[in-house]
T-cell receptor, first 117, second 115 residues
Framework: AQKVTQAQTEISVVEKEDVTLDCVYETRDTTYYLFWYKQPPSGELVFLIRRNSFDEQNEISGRYSWNFQKSTSSFNFTITASQVVDSAVYFC??????????????FGGGTRVLVKP | DTGVSQDPRHKITKRGQNVTFRCDPISEHNRLYWYRQTLGQGPEFLTYFQNEAQLEKSRLLSDRFSAERPKGSFSTLEIQRTEQGDSAMYLC?????????????FGPGTRLTVT
């Protein structure tokens, strides 16, 4: 069975501070995909990034960066120089590669990030 | 704007009543997913359609829940004899067959409150 754990339920920072969100996952599959989604106060989930299990290269996109370490089953997310608009709940998710059978997402419990001005 | 719409956005009902939600996916998307999100938790998978065929159902989907996608376009999720534990946000997502794994576009959700 798949499982995603986000140990931090809430993080509060002051604007311009960096914030790192932890994600640990469990799966028995050798091929799988990891995701981060953002859920702002409006409620709609917004896709941020997808990584497959064979690509452990870290990725940077603007102020966002992701660190995937297969050895520790972790996929952490860092926001550099946080801004008030980054305030949201962030979810880590996992999906098997099941082809035509569909690719349901298994989500973690989420981490609420509050960026204070 | 992701293009997935859900109706209604909010529903308040009394325990024991039946409710039905609708999801309109992005027009060319043939895969449709329903998730449930309770307060302070991440979304949990409920069921999945490919075109009109319901291919997977979670154990969370009790006998009181039924989902349909009659023509492979919009989908409905019905909850019969609602209970207070059904209070949650019900999220719909869609994707295109052959799209990158997990690339699902989410709607704004229907928030159900059972009193």
């Amino acid at each position: 069975a798949q499982k995603v754990t986000q140990a931090q339920t809430e993080i509060s920072v002051v604007e311009k501070e960096d914030v790192t969100l932890d994600c640990v996952y469990e799966t028995r599959d050798t091929t799988y995909y990891l995701f981060w989604y953002k859920q702002p106060p409006s409620g709609e989930l917004v896709f941020l990034i997808r990584r497959n299990s064979f690509d452990e290269q870290n990725e940077i996109s603007g102020r966002y960066s992701w660190n995937f370490q297969k050895s520790t089953s972790s996929f952490n997310f860092t926001i550099t120089a946080s801004q008030v608009v980054d305030s949201a709940v962030y979810f880590c998710a996992l999906s098997e590669a099941r082809g035509a059978a569909g690719n349901k997402l298994t989500f973690g419990g989420g981490t609420r990030v509050l960026v204070k001005p | 704007d992701t293009g997935v719409s859900q109706d209604p956005r909010h529903k308040i009902t009394k325990r024991g009543q039946n409710v039905t939600f609708r999801c309109d996916p992005i027009s060319e998307h043939n895969r449709l997913y329903w998730y449930r999100q309770t307060l302070g938790q991440g979304p949990e998978f409920l069921t999945y359609f490919q075109n009109e065929a319901q291919l997977e159902k979670s154990r969370l989907l009790s006998d009181r829940f039924s989902a349909e996608r009659p023509k492979g376009s919009f989908s409905t999720l019905e909850i019969q004899r609602t209970e207070q534990g059904d209070s949650a946000m019900y999220l719909c997502a869609s994707s295109l067959n052959g799209a990158p794994v997990g690339e699902q576009y989410f709607g704004p959700g229907t928030r159900l409150t059972v009193t």
